[in-house]
């Protein structure tokens, strides 16, 4: 018996759909929890079994975190919870101890999703474990600007430690510099956020050498379900999330991936992104997403349902150990997303119209539309609609 409710964080988006939909197949009582009922289409879903409205976690997350507590208190047995934002990671990994008494959490160790995230506390794991990153210069540091021009050059990148906030903050993942005018520039605008950045070295490559490495890893933090996939389009183009990706079984990956995860002591989902420099071959970390991701309907589609097996694994029952080294020809596609990706890399010369019509040929793996599941899909037209209609 499933008795066990799954408190999914964040269905005002396609992730947290898609984990909704992954446990609802299997008849788990699934709970949509957001702080606005405006835009939760996630919860529109066929499969979401309850719906709950907590205080905001930006503006009172004392009052989320006690919201969440409560709610757990009152089940006949400890739910699941499931965060589909990094933002909602960071709030749960802040109060793990206090969770944990109450949900069941795949993390023990308090503070690790969140250096993990941090772009600067996981560069460092990642040099002592021997995992290459690229090249980065801290603005902290004596001389940057002149270390910059020796070290990195330009174009150079100014990313966040904080990623959450600053997309929040400037609606963008990071700030890509032309010269050192600019790099001062870029600078001056996140310290007068408040926001702490590193500048790093851009590998070079098209979007299609990003690749991830997604796993699960069990409570003896060890790799017990993976996949590997290739990114083909992003948006913003470049420097952006995941809009047209495809499955590819890449061993390598597994290699780099399996061992650093588990030699930090890691446990449950995450997803490594990696950029395979085009001159060298050889793979760098970029970051670690340590919650359900963009891609996790495909990865589902093809054959690994990671909430299903977060949600076994904690409940007692652990599913098998399995990983797709076959590949399965599919691809996750957020069209609306990729159609103005597609307009920016045409008018870029990154891409050309031919060769954009010949990736579409891919069968799919949609963000949000579901057949056997339309709502949410309707819900999410009908709100694009009304904004296209808004701006005419």
């Known amino acids: 018996m499933l008795n066990n409710k799954a408190v999914i964080l964040g269905c005002n988006y396609y992730i947290g759909l898609s984990t909704i939909r992954c446990l609802g197949v299997h008849g788990i009582h699934t709970v949509a929890v957001d702080y606005s009922e405006n835009?939760?289409?996630?919860?529109?879903?066929?499969?979401?079994?309850?719906?709950?409205?907590?205080?905001?976690?930006?503006?009172?997350?004392?009052?989320?975190?006690?919201?969440?507590?409560?709610?757990?208190?009152?089940?006949?047995?400890?739910?699941?919870?499931?965060?589909?934002h990094d933002s909602y990671v960071e709030i749960i990994d802040e109060y793990l101890d206090e969770f944990r008494k109450y949900y069941l959490i795949p993390q023990t160790e308090k503070g690790l999703y969140t250096k993990v995230m941090n772009k600067e506390t996981l560069q460092a794991l990642a040099v002592e474990k021997g995992v290459a990153v690229p090249e980065t210069v801290r603005v902290t540091e004596e001389n940057y600007l002149d270390k910059v021009d020796e070290i990195i050059k330009y174009p150079c990148i100014v990313k966040p430690t904080d990623s959450p906030t600053f997309v929040a903050t400037f609606r963008r993942k990071l700030f890509k510099v032309f010269n050192r005018e600019e790099l001062v520039a870029a600078v001056e605008k996140a310290e007068n956020a408040g926001l702490e950045v590193i500048i790093q070295r851009i590998i070079p490559g098209f979007d299609d050498h990003m690749y991830t490495f997604d796993a699960y890893l069990n409570q003896?933090?060890?790799?017990?379900?993976?996949?590997?996939?290739?990114?083909?389009?992003?948006?913003?183009?470049?420097?952006?999330?995941?809009?047209?990706?495809?499955?590819?079984?890449?061993?390598?990956?597994?290699?780099?991936?399996?061992?650093?995860?588990?030699?930090?002591?890691?446990?449950?989902?995450?997803?490594?992104?990696?950029?395979?420099?085009?001159?060298?071959?050889?793979?760098?970390?970029?970051?670690?997403?340590?919650?359900?991701t963009n891609l996790n309907n495909l990865l589902y589609k093809v054959g690994i349902n990671f909430p299903y097996i977060t949600y076994r694994e904690l409940t007692g029952s652990p599913l098998e150990p399995q990983a797709i080294k076959e590949d399965k020809h599919r691809v996750f596609w957020y069209a609306y997303e990729d159609l103005l990706a597609i307009r920016d890399y045409i008018r870029t010369g990154q891409l050309s119209r031919k060769e954009v019509l010949q990736s579409l040929m891919k069968k799919k793996a949609y963000a949000i539309w579901d057949w056997k599941?339309?709502?949410?899909?309707?819900?999410?037209?009908?709100?694009i609609a009304g904004k296209a209609l808004k701006k005419k």
């Open 39 to 84: 835009d939760r289409y996630g919860s529109e879903s066929k499969y979401c079994s309850e719906r709950v409205i907590a205080p905001y976690y930006k503006e009172d997350p004392k009052g989320f975190v006690q919201f969440l507590l409560e709610y757990a208190k009152v089940q006949n047995e400890p739910p699941v919870l499931i965060p589909c």
């Open 373 to 383: 599941d339309p709502k949410p899909g309707i819900t999410y037209f009908k709100k």
């Open 220 to 292: 003896e933090a060890k790799v017990t379900h993976w996949l590997t996939c290739q990114k083909h389009r992003q948006y913003p183009i470049n420097f952006g999330a995941s809009v047209y990706t495809e499955q590819k079984y890449m061993p390598e990956l597994y290699d780099i991936g399996a061992k650093f995860l588990e030699e930090i002591g890691y446990k449950g989902f995450a997803e490594i992104e990696f950029k395979k420099d085009a001159e060298t071959g050889k793979f760098y970390l970029i970051e670690i997403n340590a919650r359900i």
